[in-house]
């Protein structure tokens, strides 16, 4: 769904919605409920409702007045947005998914939210209108690709073109927030492919499938894609990503996909994905309750396709180089087997001890790739550890790096994404509990505890020292997040980190 802006000039809405905030220009009235836009009469209709407290303009609270007409509207939707003095671009995005989602279930031929004259203290406008934007925009993802559904389906398809939502101003429109929102558009987009690419099921999203939507996405971007075969990988000496293969009968594929928006002379910005399309464990078998969700094991490789999409078909002045080792991890007759020793691109040996500890061992691969490129900095994106959801849960997203100033962007990067991250400790020690006894490298750690820190600490000795890197374990965040975040779906890939990365990419 494609948001737009325009003016109440230009259009009227068969529902309008207007943000309410607790406290402000209304405070001495009862409760506070402040409508934040539209005309007197909305105030009005609103003082009323909180007096009754049908309609605080609590956070997450939505009221609808069917049939209000007022000021020529024929229905008003109050969205709560809570205490004005907490106003946040989160708060603004949240109340935005409220307000898609409440505006669809009434089923309203147009709706129009109606954009403030001016925005709580510390808001910038355009900075509103994109966060208004992506609220919206995330919140209409659905995945219907696989619903056979007839004329159901069909109807609601139709009922779906037909609702447009508009963010309108009162005055005239201007150049920075139509920008704003074109801009948001694209980033909700690419947020939306990602999430699809990690919500088809395994058999549907192999990785020459993931290879080819990868292309399909980028013509026309001016992204530059250039897919590895099987052939090609062993060619290149990716013994890790090749050996990891071996148990399936799909194809692995690495993907290679560059953006250019700065000048030759500057280095790229390299994101590095895991893109592990079903992860049964191998012959180290997972146990069967929940394995379903391990086709969300790709959602590393989703996050970085997603990224570059964004940043080139947003015109950012940067360069980008996106890399996905993908492969399935299943136990065929071929697959390897606990003990079985690989060698990395990079000529170092792995013992493959855990053969479902294999998102680090196809990424040794890639991050030995991405060190030759000679980048700016390596960033990398997996679902890694279930130690990671053990130790974060599903709100923040752990992130390891040694390098101070890369710290920084990235902190600074998620703050302006709206983003949850949070540092995890990497040091000698865990590095020294992945040594190997048979060949250079354990795939796993003898000791106990740790395990994001252990896969982060074997992923290190495929980065080149002197590049800046860091490691995001997104095992935690990938997916099923909208029991908080009300932009992300309930079920489903959440799409996490792309907001982060674009900002993290533009700091270069
Ligand atoms: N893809 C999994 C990690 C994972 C687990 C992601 C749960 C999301 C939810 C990864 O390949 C894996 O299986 N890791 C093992 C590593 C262990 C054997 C050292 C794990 O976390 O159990
Ligand atoms: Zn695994
Ligand atoms: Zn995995």
Redesign the pocket.
């Given at each position: 769904m494609n948001i737009k802006l325009s003016s109440l000039q230009n259009i009227k809405p068969q529902l309008a919605i207007v943000f309410v905030s607790q406290g402000g220009a209304q405070k001495k009235k009862v409760n506070g409920a402040t409508s934040l836009a539209g005309p007197a009469s909305f105030q009005d209709r609103l003082s009323a409702l909180a007096e009754d407290k049908f309609f605080e303009g609590k956070s997450s609270e939505a009221y609808c007045v069917r049939d209000a007409n007022l000021d020529g509207f024929r229905h008003v939707l109050f969205v709560g947005l809570g205490d004005e003095k907490k106003i946040t671009l989160e708060s603004l995005r949240r109340g935005a998914a409220t307000a898609y989602k409440t505006a669809k279930a009434h089923k309203a031929a147009s709706v129009g939210l109606l954009l403030p004259n001016s925005w709580p203290k510390g808001l910038d406008a355009p900075d509103a209108v994109a966060a208004i934007t992506e609220g919206a925009g995330l919140a209409a993802y659905t995945f219907d690709t696989l619903k056979s559904k007839k004329t159901d389906g069909k109807d609601e398809k139709k009922d779906e073109k037909k609702q447009e939502f508009w963010l309108l101003t009162a005055g005239k429109g201007n150049k920075s927030l139509e920008n704003a929102v074109e801009q948001a558009n694209i980033l909700v987009e690419s947020i939306n492919f990602a999430r699809w690419l990690g919500d088809m099921p395994g058999n549907k999203m192999t990785p020459a499938i993931l290879a080819d939507e990868a292309a399909k996405a980028a013509k026309g971007t001016g992204i530059k894609v250039q897919v590895w075969d099987k052939a090609r990988i062993k060619k290149e000496g990716m013994g890790g990503l090749l050996g990891v293969s071996l148990g399936s009968a799909e194809e692995p594929r690495f993907i290679i996909m560059e953006y250019n928006g700065a000048a030759a002379s500057k280095k790229p910005v390299c994101f590095v994905g895991k893109g592990?399309t079903f992860?049964s464990?191998g012959i180290?078998i997972?146990p069967s309750a929940n394995m379903e969700?391990?086709k969300y094991?790709m959602c590393g490789g989703a996050a970085v396709i997603g990224t570059i999409l964004a940043l080139a078909r947003t015109k950012a002045k940067v360069n980008v180089l996106a890399l996905i080792a993908s492969t399935e991890n299943m136990p065929g007759p071929h697959a390897n087997k606990p003990g079985d020793v690989l060698t990395a691109r990079n000529g170092k040996t792995i013992e493959v001890n855990?053969t479902?500890?294999?998102?680090r061992v196809i990424l040794a691969d890639a991050l030995s790739y991405a060190s030759e490129q000679k980048p700016a900095a390596i960033i990398d994106a997996a679902?890694?550890?279930?130690?990671m959801?053990v130790a974060l849960g599903d709100l923040h997203t752990g992130y390891f790096t040694r390098d101070k100033k890369l710290n920084e962007k990235i902190q600074d990067a998620a703050e302006t994404a709206g983003e949850w991250v949070w540092p995890m400790p990497l040091v000698d020690e865990h590095v020294d509990d992945m040594k190997g006894v048979y060949a250079d490298w354990n795939n796993?750690s003898p000791n106990k505890g740790a395990?994001s820190a252990?896969?982060a600490a074997f992923l290190e000795q495929f980065v080149d020292k002197d590049i800046p890197w860091a490691h995001f374990d997104i095992?935690g965040t990938a997916w099923h997040t909208g029991h908080r975040i009300p932009y992300n779906p309930k079920k489903g890939a959440s799409g996490c980190v792309i907001r982060t990365f674009v900002e993290l990419a533009k700091t270069f």
């Open positions: 592990l992860d464990g180290s997972k969700e391990m094991d855990n479902d500890a294999e998102g679902t890694l550890t279930g130690a959801v796993i395990g252990h896969g095992a």
